[in-house]
């Protein structure tokens, strides 16, 4: 162990703690532009790919509160291809899954209808959780 720095095993949860209280905090606005939406004006476009955006930055930070230790350029890769996965689920018919596609929770998880527009709103909304992942980190730091 000569040169080794010590092991900090408090860091990984602490940022899994981090990430999990930014999901949530995703997930309160996610639910409130697809509740509330359509309620106070906002354009159907905005309430479906802001929901798509906010749906992908939670898989992204999901993700990293259970691999703390990636570096977020992976962390990216694996949401991207969940949501690929998810998305391309839409393309699957089965009396099951459409049966759960029909629930609130099967709307909100899985979704209804495949479009390849969701892929680039998953994009961006990775691309919006690996900027709020590097942000908290900075504040933690400085």
Same mark, same amino acid.
């Given at each position: 162990?000569?040169?080794? /720095? %010590? $092991?900090?095993?408090?860091?990984?949860?602490?940022?899994?703690?981090?990430?999990? &209280? =930014?999901?949530?905090?995703?997930?309160?606005?996610?639910?409130? =532009?697809? +509740?509330?939406?359509?309620?106070?004006?906002? @354009?159907?476009?905005? $309430?479906?790919?802001?929901?798509?955006?906010?749906? &992908?930055?939670? $898989?992204?930070?999901? #993700?990293?509160? !259970? =691999? %703390?230790?990636?570096? @977020?350029? /992976? =962390?990216?890769?694996? &949401?991207? &291809?969940?949501?690929?996965?998810?998305?391309?689920?839409?393309?699957?018919?089965? %009396?099951?899954?459409?049966?759960?596609?029909?629930?609130?929770?099967?709307? !909100?998880? !899985?979704?209804?209808?495949?479009?390849?527009?969701?892929?680039? #709103?998953?994009? #961006?909304?990775?691309?919006?959780?690996? +900027?709020?992942?590097?942000?908290? /980190?900075?504040?933690?730091?400085?």
């Amino acid at each position: 162990m000569h040169g080794t /720095q %010590p $092991v900090n095993s408090a860091a990984p949860l602490r940022t899994s703690l981090i990430r999990a &209280a =930014l999901a949530l905090v995703v997930i309160a606005c996610g639910l409130s =532009l697809r +509740w509330y939406g359509f309620p106070l004006g906002l @354009p159907a476009f905005v $309430v479906k790919y802001g929901g798509s955006l906010l749906w &992908a930055t939670m $898989v992204f930070l999901l #993700a990293g509160v !259970l =691999l %703390p230790r990636l570096p @977020p350029a /992976q =962390l990216a890769a694996i &949401a991207m &291809a969940i949501a690929l996965v998810v998305e391309l689920s839409r393309l699957v018919h089965t %009396p099951w899954l459409d049966a759960f596609r029909l629930t609130t929770a099967g709307a !909100l998880l !899985l979704g209804r209808i495949f479009s390849l527009w969701n892929l680039v #709103a998953y994009a #961006a909304g990775i691309g919006f959780g690996v +900027w709020i992942d590097r942000f908290a /980190q900075l504040r933690r730091v400085g």
